[in-house]
Each structure stands twice: as C-alpha cells, then as structure tokens.
C-alpha cells in the first residue's frame, strides 16, 4: 500500500565467499543511482532458481532433501541426506499418493475436553442447489508426503521455528478441488482447469490432471456462507462466551475493549468446584474488499477455502466477514436499507451475501471528526489509503463477541491449510517473551546468516544498547496510559534474566513483516503524524498490513482517534499505538521465498541495512527507495514472485517456461504451505 518511488539501486557484493561478483556488481554501489536513473539492478543479474518447478514426478522425503537454495542449508542438508539415507532420490514419485490431511486438534479428547469448555459438534455444509434434502460433502484438502527434489528453502523465516508442517505439499488439485477447482459449473464447480488427467495418466495422481487422485466433487451451488456460519456457532455455543452480544450503535458506551481470558466454572454436587474450564476466544477475519471489485474463480475458491477451514470445520472458533468499502459517496447505505441491500447485490458475488458487511469513508469522517490533515496533504485521513484501520476499529466495537480480529487482503493466496497457519502464527506469537521483543522484530531472521532462533535471539540481545530497549510503554506527550494497559513485572529487561514477561501472553498485534523505525529512512510515508505534541513520536511501521489485532488494542486505536485526535499513516498506526501502549507486538518469520540466487551476506546487507543491523532507522535501509528488492520475493506489496509462482502453480506459464508441457514431464509443481502476496489479475 505504500506510495514509493522506486529507485534503481545496487549495493558491493564484496567479502561474499559463496558468490563470485563480476567486477560490474562491485562498482554498482559507487554508481549510487540517482531518481530517474538506469543502471541495472544487481539482484536482477543472480541466477534464477529452477528448483521449485521440478514437479511431484520427483517428489522425495523432506528430510533427504539437498535445496537448491540457500547454499550453506545446502551443503549441511546433503551431508546429513547422505548420511541418514544414501538412496534419497529417487525419482519415483510418479507412483506417490495423496492423503487427507487434517490439522485440527482431537476435539473429543481427554486431554482437549479437560482444557476447554463445552463440546465441539460438527457443522453442517447443507444442503445442494436444486434440493435442500441433499447434503453436500466436507471439503477435505489432500497432501503428498515430502516434497519435490531439489525444493529450494525460505530465505527469510523457517517453518521449523513458526511451527508450520513442512513434511507436506499441496499442489493444485487437493489444495483447491475441494472448493470446485478442476470440474465444470454445471457438476456445482467454479469450470476452472477442468481435466481428467488424460489416457496416459489415468492410473497415477501425479502428472498434469488429478488422475486417480481420490477428490468429491461439491456443489457449491445455492449456498449460503452466511447462513452456514450461524447454524455452526449455535451448535457450537457451548464453547464460546456468548455473553457479549453485537451492537446496533456505532461504537458502545462503555466498552473498554480489555481482552480478558474467558473462564467459566463447573461445579460438583455440594457447591464445590473441582475444574477450571476455558472459553474459546473468538476471531473474525475480516476480508477487505470494494464496489466494482470482480470476484475471479481463485478469488472464490480461496473464499470457500477461509470459510470452511477457518469457520465451519473448527466449530465456529472464527467468522469469516467480507468488509467491503462502497466507494462512491453519494450511495446512501446507511440511510435507506433498499440502497443498501441493492448495492450489496451489486458487488458481491451471491453466496457471500450473507457474510458481507459494508462502509464508507463518511462513517469514518463522522466517527473520527476530531481528526485533522496531516503529513500527507494529498491523502484524506479518513480515507481508505490512509487510514486502512477504521473501518476495522469500527467492526471491533460494533461486535464484542470478538476477541480478536485479522486484517485480511483479497489478494492473498495461501498454497497451505488455513486452519493450521492461523493456529500456528496464534501459537508462536503467544510463545514469545517480551524481553528484545521489539528488538527481535525490527530484524529480518535469515536462517543462512542467523543460524537457530536462539542463535538470532542471542545475538539480539548482545548487540541492544540496554538503556534504547523498549521495556514497557513508550512514553509520548499527550498519550493517555490507561490503568489497564500492561505493566512489565520488572524494572528494567535485564531484571527479567529468565525472560519470563509476555511468555503465554497472547499478541495484541501479529504482523508478518518487520517492524521498523521509519525515523530517519526516506520511506515516502514516514513523517505522516497527526494531532501529536510532537512533530515526530516514537513509532513503528510494518508494510503490508495483513495483520491479527486484539480487541484491546483495537479500543485504543479508536480512543486515540475518535478521543485525543491522534493518527498515523495505515502501516504505522496499529504498531505505533502498541508501541505507546506496551501492548505485545510480534513480527513472525514466516518463510519467504526468492526466485534467485541471492547471496547470503549480500542478502543480509540488503535487507537488515538499518541502524544496528535492523531494518529501519536510516535512509539506506531496505524501506523506500530500495524496496525494489523486494520484487522476486513472495510476500511484499509489490512481490512479483508472488503471482509468477501462484500462476506456475496452478500450471500456468511463466517466463516462457510451465503449462502442460512441463508438467507432464515433471509433474504438478507442489509447495509447501506459502503465504504470496499480491496475486493480481487472474
């Protein structure tokens, strides 16, 4: 969302053992472009990586894989595989099969029953299109063990630190034919890569089509996500705290937005207790979306894909909404329920009527009228570029059944489960303990530079300056500190020697890129402040706002808009105001992916080029002119890999190569679970 002026920039490769520059590359940083520039780019000169399209013919165990990249992961990785199994690859997965796969928890349990209230009952996915008696099937994503040979690794996060399942690969059938991928409209599909796989593969689930791959074909037609999600949550109320019910106002008189865990207790005969239960914390993720937006057939299956995985099969554990943004003012939503219901039609594809919700920028203006212009003259501050976490803020207090609330962006695509990343990033973020929180998000973590998580987390805390850590909230004039936000339990961080503070604390913001200082660099959005005291506060930034907040932090986003006049560019504001707060933050590694060759120290100088090895802080840091760099990876506002590798993966073309000729020589391309982002024009 950022507006950057792209820069042509390259920086010396000089003291990499494991690259042999040119001498063209060395001289590229003295050649420092200036605006308007032409020199090439040196990233752009690595060689590309080949490893991730050889396909499932070649499919191999994941831990006797030799990845194509990094190359120090590389060398360790073929040591081991020779070591442990000399005839790792072997070339044989054409004879592979797929198997269901389930990440959900045991809910019939002993072990889950003694933890949580209430029972978990299976939803139904109701009935078909022409009869209500019929009911559909469950959708069942499937997955092959290993991975294909020569899988090249992350370079940036790692699964086995997050916690992600890497022992499996999606490729494009059992990941989205659940959903109605691969068979036509007429059989209640979405009529996208229909194929039966062909003579020749008839007998095997590996090659261009799904061959014998095990998949019921659903029909989606006729339903009603909305309606599904409700009949979920009843059969299922047990579970939940169903006390705080959704207000028709604007924003509650009283809710002071405290995320408070949900324990109810269950007594014996006699009046005693003997078990302490706890309620499931609820999560909305609100999908954003906009009038004239045209829902293509992935954009569909991945919205079948958030609901069913998220909503229905856990039990009502999320609710899946579409928060769509009715551009033209002059549409009277809120004043007449015929203009409303009809603008709804008009936009939204039917099956998501029901799980829609809608606003405009003049809710936001009545709602934050406090708010004046700030640092971006040209942006409205109640408008949707500027302030992407109103409309989220206002959803958060108009629905307290929440507990918390992911900000999520139509473009992203998710080669993995759904259900089991958003458990996983949940789970993680809690692990973490406050002590270099901050610090240790303001960092990329590369695996190949960095070593271990705990070897990135030493040497963190060894290169902070203990008297600039964040401890605690960050002192701001005219900031309120409420009694109820947090209060480290120690002075100082390293009075906290075992790291205990924010250990089983659950995030009040997960974000999925660093969070940066922006003082000092020359992102173009930097200084983009509103009603502080101070011209430039202490503050955060975080590019990409795909994000999980809590209900608390949400109450003081809206408090300090709606109250004190206080606001900050959209990727500034969630993580500055939990920066003030002393809310936790967490920044997870989730693995990224590059299409080249990077070197690891040059990919390191590129990207951690902040003060002190961070990533902010200075204008040579990765955040503005140089976010060109970004562009072959698979997770950033421009990624171009993002959409080159989706298009691959669903067998289409890409640089002249891919498509049904290569993938009936290789096999499917099947990658482990990957977050890509943007994915446009399909």
């Excluded at 494991?18 to 003295?30: E, F, G, I, V």
């Excluded at 002393?582 to 590694?589: L, R, T």
Aim: aromatic content about 12%; proline content about 7%; hydrophobic content about 35%.
């Amino acid at each position: 969302m950022a507006v950057l002026t792209l820069l042509v920039a390259a920086f010396s490769l000089s003291g990499i053992p494991s690259y042999s520059p040119t001498r063209l590359l060395l001289d590229a940083h003295a050649r420092t472009v200036t605006a308007g520039g032409k020199a090439p780019l040196a990233w752009d000169r690595f060689p590309l990586l080949k490893g991730y399209y050889k396909g499932l013919f070649t499919l191999i165990e994941q831990a006797s894989n030799v990845p194509e990249y990094p190359p120090r992961m590389a060398v360790v990785s073929e040591v081991d595989a020779r070591i442990k199994r000399p005839d790792a690859i072997k070339g044989d997965g054409r004879q592979a099969r797929s198997r269901a796969w389930s990440p959900y928890p045991d809910y019939g349990s002993a072990e889950y029953r003694k933890v949580w209230e209430g029972e978990w009952s299976e939803c139904s996915f109701g009935g078909g299109s022409k009869n209500g008696s019929r009911t559909r099937g469950r959708p069942q994503v499937r997955v092959f063990d290993g991975t294909p040979e020569g899988m090249p690794g992350p370079a940036f996060g790692a699964y086995e630190v997050v916690g992600v399942n890497e022992d499996v690969c999606f490729e494009r059938y059992g990941r989205l034919g659940p959903y109605g991928y691969g068979y036509s409209v007429a059989e209640g599909g979405l009529g996208q890569a229909v194929n039966d796989g062909g003579d020749d593969e008839r007998d095997i689930e590996t090659g261009w089509g799904p061959g014998n791959m095990p998949l019921a074909k659903i029909d989606w037609r006729g339903v009603d996500w909305g309606q599904l999600q409700k009949q979920c949550l009843e059969l299922n109320k047990n579970r939940f705290d169903v006390s705080a019910q959704p207000e028709d106002s604007l924003f509650p008189a009283d809710e002071s937005g405290d995320s408070k865990p949900a324990v109810r207790r269950r007594g014996m005969p006699g009046g005693k207790y003997h078990i302490t239960k706890k309620t499931h914390p609820r999560t909305a993720l609100l999908i954003r979306a906009w009038t004239g937006y045209k829902y293509t057939p992935p954009d569909i299956a991945s919205l079948r894909s958030l609901i069913s995985e998220l909503a229905i099969l856990s039990g009502g554990e999320y609710a899946v909404r579409l928060l769509v943004h009715v551009k033209d003012p002059n549409i009277a939503i809120w004043a007449d329920k015929r203009v409303y219901q009809q603008t709804l039609r008009d936009n939204v594809p039917q099956e998501f009527w029901g799980i829609a919700e809608l606003w405009n920028e003049a809710m936001m203006r009545t709602a934050y009228h406090k708010l004046q212009p700030g640092g971006s003259p040209d942006l409205p501050v109640h408008g949707v570029y500027r302030s992407t976490f109103m409309p989220v803020q206002w959803f958060a207090a108009r629905h307290p059944e929440y507990e918390f609330f992911w900000n999520w962006e139509i473009d992203v695509r998710y080669t993995g489960h759904y259900y089991h990343l958003f458990d996983t990033l949940g789970a993680w973020a809690k692990k973490q303990p406050r002590r270099n929180l901050w610090e240790r998000n303001e960092r990329f973590y590369i695996p190949e530079m960095h070593g271990s998580w705990s070897e990135f987390s030493k040497m963190v805390r060894e290169t902070t300056d203990p008297t600039s850590a964040v401890w605690g909230p960050v002192q701001v004039d005219g900031v309120r500190i409420s009694e109820s936000d947090p209060t480290p339990p120690f002075a100082t961080a390293e009075e906290d020697v075992d790291s205990t503070w924010g250990v089983d604390e659950d995030a009040d913001l997960i974000i999925l890129n660093p969070l940066f200082n922006p003082e000092g660099t020359n992102w173009g959005l930097a200084t983009d402040t509103t009603g502080y005291t101070a011209s430039s506060p202490p503050r955060r930034a975080a590019i990409v706002a795909a994000s999980r907040l809590s209900r608390r932090l949400l109450r003081r986003m809206h408090d300090e808009n709606a109250v004190d006049g206080h606001t900050m560019f959209s990727e500034m504001w969630p993580a500055s105001c939990a920066l003030h707060h002393g809310f936790k933050a967490v920044f997870v590694p989730h693995p990224v992916y590059v299409d080249r060759r990077w070197p690891g120290k040059y990919l390191e100088r590129t990207f951690n080029n902040g003060v002190n090895g961070t990533t902010g802080g200075r204008a040579q840091c990765v955040f503005g002119e140089r976010e060109h760099n970004f562009k072959g990876s698979t997770w950033y506002y421009n990624a171009e890999f993002a959409a080159e590798m989706w298009r691959r993966w669903v067998g289409g073309e890409s640089r002249g190569e891919g498509g049904e000729a290569y993938d009936r020589r290789l096999g499917r391309m099947c990658l482990k679970g990957v977050l890509l982002h943007p994915v446009k024009g399909e």
